[in-house]
């Protein structure tokens, strides 16, 4: 598969035909193996050596036993050689025999890599509750193995559910004058919130970072990206977001003094925030993308609290489906997420129309302002003149198919 150079940005180029496996020393492979009726669902990400790895999961109580498994397994080195990941079945609120399947499915990957127990992590994604299927689960484990390929673009279909579309970004960078990768996969469109939602990414890198620092940088970047989406409001059982850097690049470690850290920095957030925008657009039913942007806090958290409060205020959604320019919804959410604001000193605008300013309502044109709101990209800009901080959310609209999709999930 040819690649070819995108958009150009003054740290990183993003890369067109993007793909998980284009890091040096990274395989990938999804197939079928029985867990859904037809469409592929077991994928695995492998590396040649022990990459060095970082994840985060869902702030959820019950968190799903794959969770709990890649904990086990990271708390050993931070080092990683794979990932095994299902869908159609998340191995949620299964007692002791769903931990036992996880960590079967962990044994069996280890054992066909010839590597140690800890050195895999697993993760699922689908209905709660129900026992996994195992043996598909383990004969399929030792069908994919020797699929493991570069380029491989089956993985990114084994990890979906409702999703209507897989969710690749890559983007290239020079570190110390040599060329590194950050490439990333994702699947996520319902059960969506900050803090994590039912999502899973998987980001790939070939530089040369150390587990600490890869870790620091996915707790500071996943707060600025994957926890700034939301679809409904529900934060899942399974989310995860996990990272391998195999270190094949061969440019000294990065860390915060290397003097290319900000162009890796760069770069990274990119894909990550990519990742998280394709999973707010793809949300289930929807048909925009909602991007809250507030200005002029006194804090980023100040303004991380009413942007998600705005992106995920149904009443909101619901008026964006509608293109109707309801602002009041808009600055209820907004005084919810952030009760000391002052309301006297807010500007509010979709898209280019200025619908609030000091806090009053002004004169604008419907017309116009509902096509703002028609757009698949719709802008709610609220500036609170109360300092220089920002933050941005990501969201979908809430549409009719939303029920429809989630009244018969399981049938």
Same mark, same amino acid.
């Given at each position: 598969?040819?690649?070819?150079?995108?958009?150009?940005?003054?740290?990183?180029?993003?890369?067109?035909?993007? +793909? %998980?496996?284009?890091?040096?020393?990274?395989?990938?492979?999804?197939?079928?193996?029985?867990?859904?009726?037809?469409?592929?669902?077991?994928?695995?990400?492998? +590396? &040649?050596?022990?990459?060095?790895?970082?994840?985060?999961?869902?702030?959820?109580?019950?968190?799903?036993?794959?969770?709990?498994?890649?904990?086990?397994?990271?708390?050993?080195?931070?080092?990683?050689?794979?990932?095994?990941?299902?869908?159609?079945?998340?191995?949620?609120?299964?007692?002791?025999?769903?931990?036992?399947? $996880?960590?079967?499915?962990?044994?069996?990957?280890?054992?066909?890599?010839?590597?140690?127990?800890?050195? =895999?992590?697993?993760?699922?994604?689908? =209905?709660?509750?129900?026992?996994? #299927?195992?043996?598909?689960? %383990?004969?399929?484990?030792?069908?994919?193995?020797?699929?493991?390929?570069? #380029?491989?673009?089956?993985?990114?279909?084994?990890?979906?559910?409702?999703?209507?579309?897989?969710?690749?970004?890559?983007?290239?960078?020079?570190? &110390?004058?040599?060329?590194?990768?950050?490439?990333?996969?994702?699947?996520?469109?319902?059960?969506?919130?900050?803090?994590? $939602?039912?999502?899973?990414?998987?980001?790939?890198?070939?530089?040369?970072?150390?587990?600490?620092?890869?870790?620091?940088?996915?707790?500071?970047?996943?707060?600025?990206?994957?926890?700034? %989406?939301?679809?409904?409001?529900?934060?899942?059982?399974?989310?995860?977001?996990?990272?391998?850097?195999?270190?094949?690049?061969?440019?000294? #470690?990065?860390?915060?003094?290397?003097?290319?850290?900000?162009?890796?920095?760069?770069?990274?957030?990119?894909? +990550?925030?990519?990742?998280?925008?394709? %999973?707010?657009? !793809?949300?289930?039913?929807?048909?925009?993308?909602?991007?809250?942007?507030?200005?002029?806090?006194?804090?980023?958290?100040?303004?991380?609290?009413?942007?998600?409060?705005?992106?995920?205020?149904?009443?909101?959604?619901? $008026?964006?489906?509608?293109?109707?320019?309801?602002?009041?919804?808009?600055?209820?959410?907004?005084?919810?997420?952030?009760?000391?604001?002052? #309301?006297?000193?807010? !500007?509010?605008?979709?898209?280019?129309?200025?619908?609030?300013?000091?806090?009053?309502?002004?004169?604008? !044109?419907?017309?116009?302002?509902?096509?703002?709101?028609?757009?698949?990209?719709?802008?709610?800009?609220?500036?609170?003149?109360?300092?220089?901080?920002?933050?941005?959310?990501?969201? +979908?609209?809430?549409?009719?198919?939303?029920?429809?999709?989630?009244?018969?999930?399981?049938?």
């Amino acid at each position: 598969m040819g690649k070819e150079s995108g958009v150009l940005s003054p740290a990183f180029t993003v890369q067109k035909g993007a +793909c %998980i496996t284009s890091p040096k020393g990274f395989k990938a492979a999804g197939m079928h193996v029985g867990i859904k009726r037809k469409r592929p669902d077991l994928g695995a990400i492998v +590396c &040649e050596r022990e990459a060095t790895a970082a994840a985060v999961y869902t702030v959820n109580a019950f968190q799903a036993a794959p969770i709990q498994v890649t904990q086990d397994s990271l708390g050993v080195s931070g080092k990683l050689r794979g990932v095994v990941v299902n869908s159609g079945n998340a191995n949620a609120c299964t007692g002791r025999q769903g931990m036992m399947d $996880a960590y079967a499915m962990r044994a069996k990957l280890a054992e066909e890599l010839a590597c140690p127990q800890s050195m =895999v992590a697993v993760a699922s994604t689908g =209905v709660i509750g129900v026992l996994m #299927p195992m043996n598909k689960v %383990i004969q399929g484990i030792e069908a994919l193995v020797p699929k493991l390929k570069a #380029p491989d673009t089956s993985f990114a279909e084994a990890i979906l559910t409702t999703d209507t579309c897989t969710k690749q970004v890559e983007v290239s960078v020079e570190i &110390e004058g040599k060329p590194v990768t950050i490439a990333g996969v994702a699947k996520g469109s319902g059960m969506i919130k900050p803090n994590m $939602a039912t999502m899973l990414a998987f980001i790939t890198t070939d530089a040369v970072i150390e587990p600490e620092i890869l870790q620091s940088l996915l707790w500071k970047t996943t707060d600025q990206t994957f926890n700034m %989406i939301t679809v409904d409001g529900d934060t899942s059982t399974n989310d995860m977001v996990l990272v391998m850097a195999s270190g094949e690049a061969g440019h000294a #470690p990065l860390d915060m003094h290397h003097a290319d850290w900000s162009k890796f920095q760069q770069a990274f957030q990119y894909v +990550c925030q990519e990742l998280a925008k394709m %999973i707010a657009r !793809d949300g289930e039913g929807a048909t925009r993308l909602i991007e809250v942007v507030v200005e002029g806090a006194i804090h980023e958290q100040e303004a991380q609290n009413i942007a998600k409060a705005v992106v995920g205020s149904s009443l909101v959604k619901t $008026a964006v489906f509608g293109a109707d320019p309801n602002w009041g919804r808009i600055v209820c959410a907004a005084g919810y997420g952030e009760p000391s604001l002052r #309301p006297e000193s807010i !500007d509010v605008y979709l898209g280019h129309v200025q619908v609030i300013g000091g806090g009053m309502p002004l004169l604008f !044109d419907e017309e116009q302002a509902r096509e703002e709101l028609n757009q698949e990209k719709v802008i709610i800009r609220v500036n609170l003149h109360r300092g220089q901080a920002t933050a941005t959310a990501w969201g +979908c609209d809430l549409t009719y198919e939303y029920v429809r999709i989630n009244a018969s999930y399981r049938t």
